[in-house]
């Protein structure tokens, strides 16, 4: 059975960083295209960023140069570094994983992705 859990979540001041983690079991993290999504209360859950088989990174422009996806295959583990948090970072924050369609990693659109962590709580304040 395909699991994730995600971790790392919490309050910051905007500027301030957090790395979050994504757990993976019942499956091989290499094997699949991985990202990060994320959704404020009464907007449309949108991509972050995603992460392919060979470890090719793509990003949503809010957050190029601010956030760095990475993954670690050994410890089956998706990562998030998060610096320079601004208010609008503010959302739950989702690990996401499709095996297949390499249009989810390419499009980072959730429809693509067919599997999900419950989310971490992202909150910086001004």
């Known amino acids: 059975e395909v699991q994730l859990v995600e971790s790392g979540g919490g309050s910051v001041q905007a500027g301030g960083s957090l790395r979050l983690s994504c757990a993976a079991s019942?499956?091989?993290?290499?094997?699949?295209?991985m990202a990060w999504f994320r959704q404020a209360p009464g907007q449309e859950r949108e991509g972050v960023a995603a992460?392919?088989?060979?470890?090719?990174?793509k990003y949503a422009d809010s957050v190029k140069g601010r956030f760095t996806i990475s993954k670690d295959d050994t410890e089956n583990t998706l990562y998030l570094q998060m610096n320079g948090l601004k208010p609008e970072d503010t959302a739950m924050y989702y690990c996401?994983?499709?095996?297949?369609?390499?249009?989810?990693?390419?499009?980072?659109?959730?429809?693509?992705?067919?599997?999900w962590g419950q989310g971490t709580q992202v909150t910086v304040s001004s």
């Open positions: 992460i392919d088989r060979d470890g090719r990174a």
């Open positions: 019942g499956f091989t993290l290499s094997s699949y295209f």
């Open positions: 996401a994983a499709e095996p297949h369609r390499a249009l989810a990693w390419s499009s980072l659109r959730d429809k693509y992705f067919g599997y």
